[in-house]
């Protein structure tokens, strides 16, 4: 019985895939993917995505150290707050980032009557959004690292007369940097397959806002080839990724 039940779980999710396979044109496939709305997407995609694990390692590494090693009242509370886009709709995640951040935001309104920066419907916009639904599985990941390693390498080293600085970039970065790079790999594809975030916030203008996800959702509309053949691209990006973190990520938590 548990092996007729995990073999129909394993169908469950395999069905879909081969269904993608069935369908995809193999022999326009490299036609389809060479198309000037595909290049611009992937591109885009890349840049945006890369963005935002630049920016979700500045930000989230120091915030993973804080919540690991800092003792202080409402520690559970931010951690909650972190990690909300997890479970947090994207679009409402997207609605949200608009009412901060948009022209008439909390914040966006005298920012942009200060700076005339506009956030939304912008490629900064995308990198804002990928970050917001991005950044959490890095400082889950650092986060579980540094509450799993072993503190008295730190403290042989602070005997030893290295500085609090020394000690975090030659003993405890080297110590987690397999955890590290997995959280730097899972935000960097999670950022790569956001949509709802980013077509809230950023909108969908080919060109500039427009990244796979959005291309997909609108080729199904317009050219099903091409929906198909980005969705393999993704499908690609995301298993490679995958079986490239192993069980590496999971080991961290």
């Not at 590494?61 to 909300?84: D, K, S, Y």
């Not at 970065?173 to 809230?200: D, K, Q, V």
């Amino acid at each position: 019985m548990l092996v007729a039940l995990g073999l129909l779980a394993l169908a469950f999710f395999a069905l879909p895939l081969i269904g993608l396979l069935a369908r995809t044109p193999w022999s326009k496939l490299p036609e389809i993917l060479s198309r000037e709305i595909v290049r611009d997407a992937f591109r885009l995609s890349i840049v945006t995505s890369s963005l935002a694990t630049v920016f979700a390692a500045i930000l989230g590494v120091p915030l993973a150290w804080l919540l690991a090693r800092a003792e202080f009242r409402g520690r559970g509370l931010i951690r909650g707050i972190v990690t909300l886009p997890l479970v947090l709709p994207p679009v409402v995640g997207g609605a949200a980032l608009l009412f901060a951040l948009g022209g008439r935001g909390v914040i966006g309104e005298p920012l942009n009557q200060a700076t005339g920066l506009l956030l939304p419907f912008s490629t900064w916009g995308v990198v804002l959004a990928n970050t917001f639904v991005a950044m959490p599985f890095l400082v889950i990941t650092v986060e579980g690292a540094l509450r799993s390693l072993d503190r008295r390498f730190e403290g042989a080293a602070a005997t030893l007369g290295a500085t609090p600085w020394s000690t975090l970039r030659r003993v405890t970065l080297p110590m987690i940097s397999s955890s590290l790079l997995a959280g730097l790999i899972l935000t960097w594809a999670r950022a790569l397959g956001e949509f709802g975030a980013t077509i809230t916030f950023a909108g969908n203008l080919a060109g500039r806002t427009q990244t796979l996800p959005l291309a997909v959702f609108v080729a199904l509309e317009s050219d099903r080839e091409v929906a198909i053949a980005l969705s393999l691209l993704m499908v690609a990006i995301s298993l490679t990724v995958l079986l490239t973190l192993r069980d590496r990520w999971w080991r961290a938590l």
